[in-house]
């Protein structure tokens, strides 16, 4: 009917005889993609897990002891720790998402891509042995049937001749006779070559016919599954990416709260204050000591 969707097309249906076609511009492509992908998600995990390491380590105990100020600037230590903080979880979240895109994103693709290696060039070498073994018988008819039409025509040509040559003596017509009779002969075995050619080719033909549709299929679903993987692993990326930055965020908002809430004048006033109590007396401004 009018309303029926189109039914979708497929490599049986649309890449029929053209199976080197479909290995080289669609198969092959979409193999070497994906291989890119992991090559590069691999590269992207060592890169982000160098960086993690960096920023733990450069944010360790020693870093902490360094960028210590005097204990009484309380807000502005917490302010600085904060930093600290933001770096060692930065760093921490970074080795994580490392590990994930590593382990669950790059080890699945490797092993589809192992997978679907070995079945897709298994199929395509059934299919070439059935597309050539094919291709062979049907060029072997093409060439008999044109021997036999060769053979027929030079053996009824032979035939006409003899009809023709009644007039002629008896040794001529003798000589036409074998002539037409050897060439009857060649025309008749040309015939049995023929026939067996036909029934070669048409067996062939139905040996591709039966086992080619699988073929067909195993290709398509594999390619099928091979974009799905793609997009999954995607997906996947896309999820590990957000939790890290919604982290990051936190971690962020965190740090900003402790640098806003950092007093300078606070803190130097409470250090000033301590040390005046602690003055000696006798001590103060202006009294002189007299020898």
């Avoid at 060029?139 to 002629?168: F, G, I, N, P």
Wanted: proline residues 3%; hydrophobic residues 35%; aromatic residues 6%.
């Amino acid at each position: 009917s009018v309303d029926e969707e189109p039914r979708p097309l497929t490599f049986e249906g649309s890449m029929w005889d053209r199976v080197e076609q479909l290995w080289q511009q669609r198969v092959e492509p979409s193999q070497r993609l994906m291989e890119r992908i992991a090559e590069l998600l691999r590269s992207r995990s060592e890169l982000e897990r160098r960086y993690g390491e960096s920023l733990v380590t450069m944010s360790g105990p020693s870093a902490s002891d360094t960028a210590k100020v005097d204990p009484q600037s309380q807000s502005v230590h917490a302010a600085v720790d904060a930093v600290l903080v933001n770096f060692r979880n930065r760093g921490e979240q970074s080795i994580e998402l490392a590990d994930q895109v590593d382990q669950d994103i790059v080890c699945s693709l490797e092993a589809v891509i192992k997978q679907h290696r070995e079945v897709s060039q298994r199929v395509f070498r059934d299919a070439q042995v059935l597309t050539r073994y094919a291709q062979e018988k049907r060029h072997a008819h093409d060439k008999l049937a044109k021997k036999y039409s060769s053979r027929c025509a030079e053996a009824e040509a032979a035939a006409l001749e003899c009809l023709q040559c009644m007039t002629m003596k008896s040794p001529e017509r003798l000589k036409l006779a074998q002539k037409a009779a050897t060439l009857s002969r060649q025309a008749r075995v040309a015939e049995h070559e023929y026939y067996a050619a036909v029934d070669q080719a048409n067996r062939a033909q139905a040996l591709y016919e039966e086992h080619m549709p699988p073929a067909f299929a195993a290709l398509q679903d594999l390619e099928e599954k091979r974009g799905r993987c793609i997009k999954d692993c995607l997906m996947k990326l896309a999820v590990y990416e957000t939790s890290w930055l919604r982290n990051l965020q936190y971690d962020l908002e965190a740090t900003v709260k402790a640098a806003e809430e950092a007093d300078v004048d606070r803190d130097l006033q409470g250090f000033l204050q301590q040390h005046a109590q602690d003055q000696q007396p006798g001590r103060q401004r202006g009294h002189r000591l007299r020898a």
